[in-house]
């Protein structure tokens, strides 16, 4: 049977994916490429979370794309409002046509011989579809979207209620009039309980400890006036190297000086709460700023469902589910109509893919990370992986940039292979994400290792990556190129 064959394939047809596309049409006009999408819309994780007030952690002047100026009010802005905007970036860029829907990549095998992928796809009727590229492109994201993380609950099998986890919404889930208790402290908590409150008899926010917390503006007043007075492209720009900046000092000034961290943000709680209530118990947490993600509100909304009454925070542990809801280990009761377990993710590595070199199966955890997004002994093959402490798309457009030099550097000088190769003896491993959040914990094993210096290190930092990737040398010794097949 015959293969259809790409200069390039991507894998995932969401942000990063449909992003891929355009820097690939852009950058690489004459190569062919296709876009294998596993579910059978676009959108990606702003297609698969329904639940109520889902949104973005990050302003959209960084989530947004390099090359497409984020246009309306909102800076922090909702899930369909991110989604119609990747979509009209793929139909305007006549990047949607090249897209086959519910293709479920389950093996990708690299022959050295041929210089080329064979891909295998699963589609919806079971059948395998096999497609061959020269550079594989996996812009799938890090987590499983079969199935998110829910804790084994102790008694759950005797709760009456719903027990509901917010990657599964079910959809027309009435709540109006209810008692509801969302467990987790993390992004998608923050968003529910406040999204929820005004229509619940009462929701509480239940979580085992406390969560840094950053009450930001919706809109970004800099952002608008600039849009009124420059042309789009230019405030766009702007405004999204003014919000990395801040990000970037916001982070740097966590890690060099905690304790002031901890106050500013604590006095940012304070205002929105305001005397009276139990700061130390529901908003103090027992890390450091950013040894876990610290958590965005627009203006302020958790803070303001909190201080009306519709809303409550709880903080405790589970001692077991009873018939009519929740007994913590205090002995308190939580009754509910419904429980959301917002306990996070499952991470799951290139879509749980298996990769193959030359006939050799790859595990993943013994490759090191090349420049954040390359693999170790695996040729012609990218991930598209964002930043734990900036917006994921930051990285996204660097990482697509990158493969696009690389690809035409390889034209130019007549290669076939480019394959990053660790030579150096001190280079010391280091886990992949540092960061102590559980659903990281739970399966860094699974991913590749980091080393401990350039260009095995992974730089949560915009600026170096700037300069590693869009001006960094591609012939930097650890990659290495092969000629022409004989």
């Known amino acids: 049977m015959s293969m259809e064959h790409f200069d390039v394939l991507i894998v995932g047809a969401g942000l990063s994916g449909i992003g891929a596309g355009h820097h690939l049409q852009t950058r690489c006009p004459g190569k062919t490429y296709a876009i294998l999408e596993s579910r059978e819309t676009i959108g990606g994780t702003w297609d ?98 079969e199935q998110g993380y829910m804790p084994q609950y102790p008694g759950a099998e005797r709760y009456k209620g719903q027990l509901i986890h917010p990657q599964k919404w079910p959809e027309g889930l009435d709540y109006k009039g209810k008692r509801v208790v969302v467990i987790g402290s993390g992004a998608t908590a923050v968003t529910l309980v406040p999204a929820m409150a005004s229509d619940t008899a009462k929701v509480t926010m239940l979580q085992r400890s406390p969560t840094y917390i950053l009450s930001l503006p919706a809109e970004d007043a800099i952002a608008n006036f600039l849009r009124r007075v420059l042309p789009a492209k230019l405030a766009y720009a702007i405004v999204r190297w003014k919000n990395v900046l801040m ?16 106050k500013l943000v604590r006095k940012g709680v304070e205002k929105m709460l305001g005397p009276g209530f139990d700061i130390d118990r529901h908003f103090k947490p027992s890390y450091n700023p950013w040894d876990q993600r610290l958590c ?60 193959v070199v030359d006939g050799v199966p790859i595990e993943l955890s013994k490759t090191l990370s090349y420049k954040g997004m390359m693999l170790s002994g695996v040729p012609n093959f990218a991930i598209a992986l964002g930043y734990t402490n900036a917006s994921w798309t930051l990285k996204c457009d660097l990482s697509c940039e990158y493969v696009c030099r690389l690809i035409n550097h390889m034209d130019r000088l007549g290669y076939t292979h480019c394959t990053p190769h660790n030579d150096d003896s001190t280079i010391t491993e280091v886990p992949f994400l540092d960061f102590s959040s559980g659903y990281v914990q739970r399966a860094i094993d699974q991913f590749p290792r980091q080393g401990s210096r350039t260009p095995w290190k992974l730089h949560q930092n915009y600026a170096l990556d700037l300069a590693t990737l869009k001006l960094g040398d591609l012939d930097d010794g650890a990659m290495k190129f092969i000629g022409a097949v004989k």
């Open 48 to 145: 698969l979370f329904r639940y109520p007030g889902i949104r973005s952690d990050s302003d959209m002047y960084t989530l947004g794309y390099s090359f497409r100026p984020w246009k309306e009010a909102k800076a922090i802005a909702d899930g369909p409002s991110i989604l119609s905007y990747v979509r009209q970036t793929a139909k305007d860029g006549g990047i949607d046509r090249h897209i086959r829907f519910r293709q479920k990549v389950l093996r990708s095998s690299w022959s050295s011989a041929e210089a080329r992928w064979t891909v295998e796809a699963q589609g919806p009727d079971g059948a395998v579809t096999r497609y061959s590229c020269s550079f594989l492109y996996n812009c799938s994201g890090y987590y499983d979207y």
């Open 296 to 355: 965005l509100v627009p203006n302020g909304d958790l803070f303001k469902a909190l201080r009306k009454g519709q809303a409550d925070i709880v903080t405790d542990h589970i001692e077991t589910f009873t018939e009519k809801g929740i007994r913590l280990k205090s002995g308190q009761e939580l009754e509910a109509d419904i429980v959301v377990s917002a306990t996070g993710l499952n991470l799951l590595a290139i879509g749980g893919a298996q990769l």
């Open 247 to 262: 990000s970037m000092l916001l982070y740097q000034l966590s890690r060099s000086h905690p304790e002031l961290v901890k």
